[in-house]
């Protein structure tokens, strides 16, 4: 079992940056995915980034080039660096581990993109 916190939210300014982290607790972090999904009001939440075990990275369209995933299994971490935001990417972003069938969700934190 891993428990997931994230951390690293805020208000930024279109155009900015954030840099999102999940930490967790537990064992065997380096053997779970962990993706990123974001939930806007009044929309379903969706997978934004995710990063395998072995660290493949895959991406929602929207954030190509701009959202970039990473993990740091030392620190049982990990990060979504965040580019060049929208006021489009304003939600709430949540980490999500799942190995062998089983999900494991943090709390989330709140991203705001706004002038």
């Known amino acids: 079992q891993v428990q997931l916190v994230e951390s690293g939210g805020g208000l930024v300014h279109p155009g900015g940056s954030l840099r999102l982290s999940c930490a967790a607790s537990?064992?065997?972090?380096?053997?779970?995915?962990i993706s990123w999904y974001r939930q806007a009001p009044g929309k379903e939440r969706e997978l934004v980034a995710r990063?395998?075990?072995?660290?493949?990275?895959n991406y929602e369209d929207s954030v190509k080039g701009r959202f970039a995933i990473s993990r740091d299994n030392a620190k049982k971490t990990v990060y979504l660096q965040m580019n060049s935001l929208k006021p489009e990417d304003t939600a709430g972003y949540y980490c999500?581990?799942?190995?062998?069938?089983?999900?494991?969700w943090g709390q989330g934190t709140q991203v705001t993109v706004s002038s």
């Open positions: 999500k581990g799942s190995r062998r069938g089983e999900d494991y």
């Open positions: 537990g064992s065997l972090f380096s053997l779970y995915d």
């Open positions: 990063i395998g075990s072995l660290g493949s990275t």
